[in-house]
C-alpha cells in the first residue's frame, strides 16, 4: 500500500512538472510581420489571435530561428466550395 502512494505521489510530481507550461500570445513572441502575411496569403487564411507555450516557441526557434507561427480562423475555404 505505501508502495503504491509514493508511486502515485511521484506520478504527480513527475506530470506536473512536465505539464507545466507559460502561455503566452502571439503579440509576445516576435514574429516578422512580412513573413506572418505572407504564411496567411499562401495558406488563403485569416489570421487570428492565439496562445502558444512559450517553451515550444523557444524550443522551435533554437533549431529554427526563423519560424513564424500563426494561426487560421478555423474555416477551410476548399470546403465552402464543395458545400
Keep these: 500500500m505505501t508502495r503504491l502512494l509514493l508511486v ?3 506520478s504527480l510530481v513527475f506530470v506536473s512538472a512536465t ?3 507559460q502561455m503566452i ?3 509576445t513572441i516576435h514574429n516578422d510581420s512580412a513573413k506572418e502575411s505572407l504564411c496567411a496569403a ?3 487564411v485569416k489570421p ?3 496562445f502558444i507555450d512559450q517553451k515550444y516557441v523557444d524550443d522551435s526557434r533554437a533549431v529554427h530561428p526563423d ?3 500563426i ?3 478555423g474555416i ?5 466550395n464543395a458545400v
Design 76 to 80: 477551410i475555404p476548399s470546403c465552402l
Design 25 to 27: 500570445s502571439n503579440s
Design 67 to 69: 519560424t513564424t507561427f
Design 8 to 10: 502515485f505521489v511521484c
Design 48 to 50: 487570428v489571435a492565439f
Design 42 to 44: 499562401r495558406a488563403n
Design 71 to 73: 494561426a487560421a480562423d
Design 19 to 21: 505539464a507545466s507550461g
